[in-house]
């Protein structure tokens, strides 16, 4: 069990927030896509309070976008229940910063661990802004570590497929960054384990790499690979050209 009483430091920005009728899936915890607003909407609340928001970053066409996450699940908050998000800026190089998440419950009790990476767009020429052109000197940063490992690359298995479908990119999927936003692409990944929620199994944990940006319009397909009994990779690709587009792993519990 791990010590988070430096959840109470400074540096450590939080907010709490109620699971609602309209965030709970058929299981009656929270929706995992909905989950991933709430960390966006925690993340940017920070950004903005270290002056490295969203109005911040207009200055010179920019804003944060998520390349890669790790969500270890140990549960998922229920329906009607309070829950607290907190969130630190870890470190950050020329590229990425990477940030953390701890979601505990109103007894302090750690239902959901976090790792980030992030990266700055510039939306006009959509290409990555170097961190050394933005302002860093309002960050406040805390040297914990949640996971022993850096995030790193997912290569997928694609050696056992058990599931194929494609979607066409709506309006509705697309977001303030002009792109399909990263919930979406999670919503792809567990509709395409529906089957196997039908055995009522559980997420332990859901790996993300965003790789390409995603149109209005485009045709994309996903393809679902099982690597072990309770081990799935998830591949999505531009149907026109194949293009790797995104990739995931999820774990589930037996």
């Known amino acids: 069990m791990i010590d988070i009483s430096f959840l109470e430091s400074k540096q450590v920005f939080r907010r709490t927030y109620l699971v609602e009728t309209y965030n709970t899936s058929y299981f009656q915890t929270i929706k ?4 991933y607003k709430y960390l966006q909407d925690v993340a940017s609340q920070h950004s903005e309070s270290m002056k490295i928001g969203y109005d911040d970053l207009k200055v010179i066409n920019g804003a944060w976008v998520l390349t890669k996450q790790l969500l270890e ?15 630190w ?3 950050h190089n020329k590229i990425v910063a990477t940030r953390n998440f701890i979601i505990t419950d109103q007894n302090k009790a750690i239902l959901v661990k976090v790792v980030s990476d992030w990266l700055v767009l510039n939306l006009e020429k959509r290409r990555i802004v170097p961190l050394s052109k933005i302002n860093m000197d309002y960050i406040q940063s805390y040297d914990y570590e949640l996971f022993p490992q850096p995030l790193a690359k997912i290569e997928v298995i694609e050696d056992n497929l058990v599931n ?4 066409r990119v709506r309006f ?7 792109h399909m936003n990263n919930t979406v692409y999670v919503d792809m990944v567990l509709d395409s384990m529906a089957e196997f929620f039908k055995q009522r199994h559980k997420l332990k944990q859901i790996n993300t ?3 390409q940006e995603v149109k209005f319009l485009e045709e994309i397909a996903i393809r679902t690979f099982q690597v072990k009994n309770n081990l799935f990779h ?9 293009c790797e587009l995104f990739t995931a792993i999820t774990e589930w519990d037996k």
């Open 32 to 35: 995992v896509s909905d989950l």
């Open 73 to 87: 699940v140990i549960r998922l908050p229920k329906a009607l229940e309070e829950f607290t998000i907190h969130t």
């Open 89 to 91: 800026s870890h470190k």
């Open 164 to 167: 194929e479908f494609s979607k």
């Open 172 to 178: 509705s999927d697309i977001d303030l960054n002009g």
């Open 209 to 211: 790499n965003f790789i």
């Open 234 to 242: 998830h591949k999505i690709i531009r149907s026109i050209d194949n």
